[in-house]
């Protein structure tokens, strides 16, 4: 028998869990969102039973799962509005807030579904690769959990609140620092005549080459060969660029002290 799943959000995260659950045959029944007009892109991954409520309406009573994928901020106020049945699992997505935050609205069987990914509503994904992390405040809650995540990823694996808080601070380092690099570059190039596809192969090749041998092991450049006058000549473009200048600096002066070979 499918589990009852409830979801409660518009954005992307939102929309990628019900088209993840649709496609393994469990299209949520439940979705609510402050704007239900925003709700239009998911009809594909709903079935006809599915009940689309704004927050304030009355909620169903006997979902085995509520997934409340909103911002962090809005997690306190959103989950204390709502009321479900003690059978109910509710959780929130957020990979820095803690499971607890649930509790203190009032929510007795409460937990955490946090997917290490990047979610955009235009970009196709392997749901059965994305790679979730969960905790609930029992061990029937998280087996029952665990149970329905593997529907849609075989990479599902408990968490507790402070390693989770941890691997989102990696995550964000790791993706979103280093999208704003690529953003930087980006910059740079067009001052050449160039786009960003020309750096193509090097990104491709350096990713793989991190997680193959280890990002220490795999680093290259002028800071780690110690080449100051190529480095001086990058400060010297940079001078009507203060921040940029600044920051190739400072990692410069760090990939030099934490990765020597």
Do not use: W
Request: proline share 5%.
């Amino acid at each position: 028998m499918n589990p009852s799943i409830g979801i409660i959000g518009a954005g992307n995260l939102a929309f990628h869990l019900a088209k993840a659950f649709h496609k393994s045959g469990c299209p949520p029944i439940f979705l609510a969102a402050r704007n239900t007009e925003k709700l239009s892109d998911f009809i594909p991954f709903l079935s006809k039973q599915t009940i689309i409520s704004p927050l304030e309406a009355p909620s169903p009573k006997n979902l085995d799962l509520v997934i409340l994928a909103v911002s962090d901020d809005a997690i306190a106020s959103v989950s204390g509005a709502l009321q479900f049945s003690e059978r109910t699992l509710v959780v929130h997505t957020s990979g820095s807030k803690p499971m607890e935050l649930l509790k203190e609205s009032g929510i007795k069987d409460h937990g955490v579904l946090y997917p290490l990914q990047s979610f955009s509503k235009s970009k196709t994904l392997d749901y059965s690769e994305v790679q979730f992390f969960i905790e609930t405040n029992s061990e029937p809650s998280l087996q029952r959990l665990q149970t329905i995540v593997s529907r849609i990823s075989r990479k599902v694996n408990p968490l507790s609140s402070e390693k989770r808080l941890r691997l989102h601070l990696a995550a964000v380092i790791a993706n979103n620092f280093t999208n704003l690099l690529y953003a930087i570059s980006e910059e740079q190039l067009k001052l050449a005549g160039l786009d960003l596809f020309v750096l193509e192969h090097l990104i491709r090749e350096t990713t793989e080459k991190a997680l193959e041998l280890s990002p220490k092991a795999a680093q290259t450049g002028p800071a780690i060969r110690g080449d100051q006058e190529i480095i001086q000549s990058h400060l010297k473009m940079l001078e009507d660029q203060p921040k940029i200048q600044q920051m190739y600096d400072l990692l410069s002066n760090l990939i030099a002290q934490k990765l020597k070979h």
